[in-house]
C-alpha cells in the first residue's frame, strides 16, 4: 500500500505502529484470498492488497461495528455522531487538564454518563460506535450483560475520525469481502484454501493481560489449537503469518519458542520498537512476526531472528 489507512475502530493491540514500520512488507505477494483470523480493528486487513478479504471475530461489539460500517454510509454514521453530541452535550474537544477547568471536565462526564445510561437501556450499534470515542483511551468494554461500562475519557469526536469512517464504509462494503465470527479454527477448517491464499494470525497474547483477553477468555490451550492449526496450514502449502510476543515483562513464552523453533518457522522482530499500551511504553516486551515462508526484499526495519 502506497499509505498508511487507519481504521474507524479504535482498538487495543491494533498493529498501526507496525505497519508503519513495514509489517504489510513481510506478507507475500498477489495474494489471492486474505483471512483476517482474528480482525480486531481489521487495520492490518485494511492495509493489505488482496483480490478477496475474510475478515472474522468473535467478539461481539467488533462484529456490530463491521455490520455498521457495512450497512450504513458514512453520512449517516457521522450524522448520528454529531446529533448525539448535541443532544447529550458530549465533549467538543479534548478535554485534558490543560485545556479544561475542573467545573467543565465534571460537566462532560456527567453528559457522557447520561448517554451510556441511555445507551444500556436502548442499545443499537450506532451509539454504541459513538460512546467509544467518548470512553477511556477510546476504547470499548461491556459486562456480562451487555452494558457498556468504560468510564470517561477526555476525548472527543474530531475530523480525523470522520475520515476514518469514510475508509470503514468503503472497505466493509466491498463485494470482495465477507464478515464471519466464528473461533478461528472452525473458520480455517471450513475454508478451501490453496497455495495463493493468505492467513494471518493476530490472536489474544497469552502472556499479557488486555480488554481482549481478561478473565481467562484465550490461554496456553488456546495457544496450541491455534499452533496446531498453523502445522496443518504449513503440511498443505499455505502460507500464514503470526503476530506475537516472546518475551513480557521478563517472563518467556517458552511454547511458542519451542513451537517456532521445532517447525522452522521464520522469527522476525522489529528493530527499535517498544510495545505501547494505552500510551504507555513496554520495553519489556518483544513483538515478532512468525511465518512458514521466505521473504524477500525485507526492509531494514524487521530482523530474522534466532530464537534458542
Known sequence: MNSFINSPILYMGNKNRLIRRGLINLFPKNINHFIDAFAGSATVSMNTQA????????????????????????????EHIEN????????TKTTIRCFSGKDEVELYKKAYHNFRDFYNKNKNSLDLYTLMFFAFSQQFRTNKKGDFNMPFGNNCFSPKNKKTISFGCEFFSKNNLSIHKKDFQDLIFSETLNKDDFVYFDSPYSITTATYNESCKWDFNDDNRLFMVCKELDRNNIKFGMSNVIINKGIENKNLIDFCSKNNFKVYSPNNFQYHACGK????????????????????????SELI
Do not use: S
Request: hydrophobic fraction near 30%.
Open 84 to 91: 448525539r453530541v448535541k443532544e447529550f452535550g458530549l465533549p
Open 51 to 78: 483480490k478477496k478479504y475474510i475478515i472474522n471475530d468473535i467478539d461481539e461489539t467488533l462484529h456490530l461495528y463491521y455490520q455498521m460500517f457495512a450497512k450504513n454510509n458514512e453520512k449517516t454514521i457521522i
Open 281 to 304: 511504553e513496554n520495553n519489556k516486551q518483544q513483538e515478532v512476526y512468525i511465518c512458514n515462508y521466505e521473504i524477500k526484499n525485507n526492509n531494514h526495519n524487521f530482523n530474522c
